[in-house]
């Protein structure tokens, strides 16, 4: 049994255990103070890649025993991993973020579990999360769908699946695929409002939004640097209304400025906002 190094709070040894730690996304600052004090304390830290994970030990000043892991590695060094949470610490990190999130660990913790050893989760940073509280998108029901397939086929099958979701969409990407897996978003699912976020808790941090067809052919001839997340908005709604239009942007017009009024009364009809806010534009006059 391993003792956190806590100044202070009183000290409590930690319960034997796999705890999967979340870690930075680029902002080294972001780390948890329960983070430190658990790799501080671990016995063994499985790291996807020790010399990621070695930078970030020489920056909390840790020297720790690191063993490589990821979810195709064979039985016996994940049973060893499992033996060592039997009686001791064992923390799991990724290169970055939250590990399991399109990162390795499930079959770590899944064995961990089928075994009756004690996995606790040591929370953190994720690239989906923080996009999606940034991203000005509907939060309230999201499905968080990894990494698009590259092959343009797959893709399309792939996006073709999420058409009828309604939620927010939330995909990783890289930079030389953007283009196309926009492109492609567009084509399977129509115009709806999205967002690019790269580079999240980095120095050229920018999230950009507008419709996917903005946003394609802002990317088409772009290659992006940095990391990316993609963020797509749920479906419209589908309009209800039928009766006069004109009768309905006139009362809207009363209310709202030509651009609002039109945006609102396309949306309820069902109809072009552009085609609509010509005509608010003309009953104005
Ligand atoms: N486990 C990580 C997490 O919790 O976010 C994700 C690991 S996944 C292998 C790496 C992908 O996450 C990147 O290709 C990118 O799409 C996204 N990502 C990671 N860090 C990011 C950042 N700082 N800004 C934007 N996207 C990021």
């Not at 064979?74 to 970055?96: N, P, T, Y």
């Not at 399109?102 to 899944?110: E, H, I, Q, R």
């Not at 017009?253 to 005509?279: I, N």
């Amino acid at each position: 049994m391993s003792t956190p190094d806590q100044k202070n709070q009183p000290v409590k040894a930690l319960e034997s255990g796999l705890y999967i730690v979340a870690t930075p996304i680029g902002n080294l600052a972001d780390i948890s103070k329960r983070a430190c004090d658990i790799l501080a304390a671990a016995d063994i830290i499985a790291v996807e890649d020790s010399r990621v994970t070695g930078k970030l030990l020489n920056h909390l000043g840790l020297k720790k025993r690191m063993v490589r892991y990821n979810d195709h590695a064979k039985v016996s060094d994940r049973d060893q991993l499992l033996d060592a949470a039997r009686g001791g610490v064992v923390a799991l990190v990724s290169d970055a973020g939250t590990p399991l999130i399109s990162d390795p660990g499930y079959k770590l913790v899944y064995a961990a579990r089928d075994a009756g050893i004690e996995v606790f989760g040591i929370p953190g940073p994720s690239a989906a999360i923080t996009a999606l509280s940034i991203s000005g998108l509907p939060t309230d029901r999201f499905l968080f769908s990894g990494f698009l397939p590259s092959k343009q086929k797959a893709r399309a099958e792939a996006i073709s699946e999420l058409a009828a979701v309604k939620a927010t969409l939330v995909f990783y990407e890289s930079g030389p695929r953007l283009g196309a897996a926009l492109a492609a978003l567009e084509a399977g699912l129509g115009e709806r409002e999205a967002a690019v976020a790269r580079e999240l808790t980095k120095k050229f941090e920018k999230v950009l939004t507008g419709s996917l067809s903005e946003l394609a052919a802002r990317y088409a001839d772009e290659t992006p640097k940095g990391e990316i997340v993609l963020l797509v908005g749920p479906p419209a709604e589908a309009p209800t209304e039928t009766g006069d239009v004109d009768v309905a942007l006139a009362e809207a017009l009363t209310r709202l400025p030509a651009s609002k009024a039109a945006g609102e009364v396309a949306k309820r009809f069902g109809l072009d906002r552009k085609e609509l806010y010509d005509r608010a534009s003309q009953m104005k006059k």
